[in-house]
């Protein structure tokens, strides 16, 4: 699903990694760690396609679905609305999305009311909702509560255990151990 081959990125001048090589199969995940600053979301988002490699290549068959930092909910709508919305531009399930994270209860609830850990699983149930095979995960853990890491954990095994692939990133492993025993492993 994922193939990185010999990729070097540059970003602002500082070289964050070289040679790197990435094979990422049907039922395989990464997960990549490391202090901050070491270049993990830049290779989730070079990944995803949104940054070129400066040198090397990569390949991704399929689609692929990422959570990271940014919403890409619409705040104004209500959950269920904001969440339909990407469902039906990927074909996908956001009422599926919705179950897997929690989130029934806060349908009609407008995004920008959601918490902090409310709007991380909004965020996830978006990546679920897309049913792409390929899930490009950056600190999903953050901000969660230990429901929402149970959530996770469940999400990812499932998505794992029907041919997806995942590769997600965090710089502490605290609050992801559940979700790296469970769905990692």
Do not use: C
């Amino acid at each position: 699903m994922l193939k990185l081959d010999g990729v070097a990125l540059i970003r602002g001048g500082r070289l964050l990694f070289e040679g790197l090589d990435l094979t990422l199969a049907a039922g395989e995940a990464v997960l990549l760690t490391g202090p901050n600053g070491v270049g993990k979301s830049s290779l989730i988002r070079l990944s995803a396609g949104l940054l070129r490699a400066t040198s090397g290549t990569v390949e991704r068959s399929g689609a692929a679905a990422l959570a990271d930092e940014g919403l890409a909910l619409d705040p104004r709508q209500p959950l269920a609305q904001a969440l339909g919305f990407w469902a039906r531009l990927d074909g996908g399930d956001a009422a599926a999305g919705m179950r897997a994270m929690g989130l029934e209860r806060l349908a009609p609830v407008p995004v920008r009311m959601l918490s902090t850990g409310q709007r991380k699983r909004a965020v996830l149930a978006r990546v679920i909702a897309t049913g792409a095979p390929l899930w490009l995960l950056d600190e999903p853990g953050n901000g969660l509560d230990a429901e929402g890491l149970e959530r996770l954990a469940a999400a990812m095994a499932s998505h794992r255990a029907t041919g997806g692939a995942i590769l997600a990133a965090s710089h502490q492993l605290l609050g992801l151990d559940e979700a790296r025993r469970v769905a990692l492993a």
